[in-house]
């Protein structure tokens, strides 16, 4: 087509249903700005809302997975443990599975199983919530020493920011749940 073309300037089909959908999006994007709506894995100062009131005060692991699990709980909980509003109790254990096994009885892939189990305590009324949480990650077995290790730290990075997720939202669920049932029971 030349460009003075008439043909040239025609519009896409379906540019006006695209156009006021956008324009819908982002009225509904201002008017939720406006209500007060907060997402529940996105807060303003980076702390998920179901640990940013935790502390987590005892930490029983492994030597080489507990500061891999600090750090991923850090990036998650209280800055300060004297601010919180519950304790944290969570002992953690690790599993090795052999998942790909060759003819020759090599490995080539494990599983990276981490476990815990965890104790909510309220400061304020020593009500306490349990539960336990697994989180798998996998992780390829090569020929370079060098690369299958990393590849392991990597797994445990990666299970232990998995772990602290998992806590989280199973947290926020059985306090939303208890929070529920004290509703029902007040009616």
Do not use: H, W
């Not at 956008?22 to 807060?43: D, E, K, N, R």
């Amino acid at each position: 087509m030349a460009i003075g073309d008439p043909r040239s300037t025609r519009r896409q089909p379906g540019s006006k249903t695209r156009i006021a959908a956008f324009a819908g999006v982002s009225g509904l994007m201002l008017l939720l700005s406006g209500c007060g709506f907060q997402p529940l894995y996105a807060t303003s100062d980076g702390a998920a809302p179901g640990l940013r009131n935790v502390a987590l005060s005892t930490l029983n692991a492994p030597e080489e997975i507990e500061p891999v699990v600090k750090r991923a709980f850090s990036r998650r909980t209280a800055p300060e443990a004297s601010a919180a509003q519950y304790d944290l109790l969570l002992t953690t254990t690790e599993q090795s599975e052999r998942l790909a096994v060759q003819i020759d009885a090599s490995v080539t892939r494990y599983n990276y199983r981490l476990i815990g189990n965890y104790t909510l305590v309220e400061r304020a009324s020593g009500r306490k919530i349990k539960g336990r949480i697994t989180s798998i990650s996998s992780f390829n077995i090569v020929n370079s020493q060098y690369s299958t290790l990393y590849a392991e730290e990597a797994a445990r990075e990666k299970a232990a920011t998995q772990l602290v997720e998992d806590v989280d939202r199973d947290i926020l669920l059985k306090l939303a749940a208890a929070r529920d049932d004290a509703a029902r029971a007040e009616k």
